[in-house]
């Protein structure tokens, strides 16, 4: 047997999925009745907030002021990098025009969406990383209207980071309201914005659920699951940094799940004894977070070839994957299900989660088989037009009518032959 499991997931208990869609509707029907007096009549019972849903200029600059100047220096060098990352990933689609036969000529456009909402996190942790992924790829796309939401924290409203991370993004306008109520004054363009033409980013199960439920009329990134992280490791591998690797990517919480695929199994062995240390050193609650997410969830496997680790990897579909082996070049180009791909140990998902560049709003639950992450492209239309000129009439009307008949469409074909230069006698209103 050339792949064998060392540590499998003891599992999580079941959830109540039709709970969270239940309560979400009935949500979503209030707000969409009753407007912004249901919103904030959500964010008064579920957030305790009382204050003014739309953020004033005044209370941005104060937050500016209020954040100290090492961090804002460090949330300008991850934004400046995102930022960057996104208007090249923006060159990289191009508009374009083909002549398909003399004087048949047809093209794409490129055209950003009108409006974005932006869900940026609030809970546990302060998701400054998550409002710059998500705004700053949707400037780079040059969506006209940009609108961030954010539970309030206490009664401070949105963390000073945050709201400084939202600014600096390029936000337009930032509501304070959290989970259903937020999502909904977005795609609903409560608080005077325009109703959200896709609205994107991470949450809970109930923002999740809400842009579930909105999508059609509205688009969204992805319906977004618990994060998870996979690890490849030869034996060029650090165990400890291995292990940091895993636990650091646990703290996300008991439902994120890690896991190792290994050359080896000493080093698979030495990352299993070294984890708990790990975990232990973590403070709470994070420190159980990260014990229940490895003791549920984590799996390390050993396989003999880096051909059998490929293709356990691309099983997993993992949301971030992580090579720490020889031989990078062959690793990205054998890979292929994954969001965001990390290459040897000089790297690691916080940089990616935080910094380096790509966005972090990625598939995850398996979903990396069939799509990439949040990137520029996703607030990009590629629309296509064609125009057609006389010397180019005669045969494609002619093809065209006659594939409607073969399909027993007589409207579709009379419309095709109109264009045509002398109108036959088919073209006699029948009756
Ligand atoms: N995949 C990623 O890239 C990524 C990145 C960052 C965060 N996240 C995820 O974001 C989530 C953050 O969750 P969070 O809860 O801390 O913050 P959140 O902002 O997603 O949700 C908070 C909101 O949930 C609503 N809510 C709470 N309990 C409710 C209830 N019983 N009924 C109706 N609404 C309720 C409240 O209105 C509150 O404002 C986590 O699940 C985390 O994994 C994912
Ligand atoms: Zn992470």
Redesign the pocket.
């Known amino acids: 047997m050339t792949i064998r499991q060392i540590k499998a997931a003891s599992g999580l208990p079941p959830q109540a999925a039709q709970d969270t869609a239940d309560?979400v509707q009935v949500?979503l029907a209030r707000i969409r009745a009753g407007g912004e007096d249901a919103a904030r009549d959500?964010a008064q019972r579920?957030?305790g907030w009382d204050g003014p849903a739309l953020v004033q200029p005044e209370a941005i600059a104060r937050a500016c002021d209020a954040v100290p100047e090492g961090l804002k220096a460090d949330i300008r060098y991850a934004h400046d990098n995102i930022r960057r990352f996104a208007e090249a990933q923006r060159a990289t689609l191009t508009e374009m025009e083909v002549e398909l036969r003399p004087g048949l000529f047809a093209g794409q456009r490129v055209i950003p969406v009108g409006s974005v909402g932006a869900y940026v996190?609030?809970?546990?942790?302060a998701?400054i990383a998550?409002a710059l992924m998500t705004i700053a790829s949707a400037r780079a796309a040059g969506v006209a209207q940009i609108t961030a939401c954010?539970?309030p924290r206490g009664d401070q409203g949105i963390p000073a980071p945050i709201l400084y991370a939202m600014h600096l993004a390029g936000a337009d306008r930032i509501l304070c309201m959290?989970?259903?109520?937020?999502v909904a004054a977005m795609a609903f363009g409560l608080f005077g914005g325009r109703p959200a033409d896709i609205l994107v980013g991470?949450?809970?199960q109930?923002?999740a659920e809400a842009k579930r439920q909105l999508f059609g009329p509205v688009g969204i990134d992805m319906v977004?699951g618990?994060?998870d992280s996979l690890i490849l490791a030869d034996d060029s591998a650090d165990a400890l940094t291995v292990a940091w690797d895993l636990v650091g990517q646990a703290e996300?919480?008991a439902n994120?799940p890690v896991w190792l695929v290994a050359s080896d199994a000493a080093l698979a062995e030495a990352v299993m004894e070294h984890v708990p240390i790990c975990i232990a050193a973590l403070p709470e609650p994070n420190r159980t977070a990260a014990r229940d997410a490895w003791e549920a969830l984590g799996e390390v496997w050993v396989c003999d070839t880096p051909e059998d680790m490929a293709q356990k990897a691309d099983e997993f579909a993992p949301e971030h994957l992580h090579v720490q082996a020889r031989d990078l070049d062959w690793w990205q180009g054998r890979l292929r299900n994954y969001g965001s791909l990390f290459l040897g140990a000089n790297t690691t998902v916080p940089f990616g989660d935080k910094a380096a560049g790509p966005n972090?709003?990625?598939p995850?639950s398996g979903a990396a088989r069939h799509t990439g992450g949040l990137s520029v492209l996703k607030y990009l239309k590629t629309v296509t037009w064609q125009r057609v000129e006389d010397r180019a009439l005669p045969e494609l009307a002619r093809v065209s009518a006659s594939i409607s008949r073969h399909e027993g469409m007589e409207g579709h074909a009379r419309s095709a032959e109109m264009r045509l230069p002398r109108p036959p006698s088919t073209l006699k209103a029948v009756g």
């Open positions: 309560t949500m959500y579920l957030d996190p609030g809970g546990r942790y998701h998550s954010s539970p959290g989970g259903v109520q937020g991470p949450g809970n109930y923002v977004a618990p994060t996300h919480g994120s972090h709003v990625l995850t």
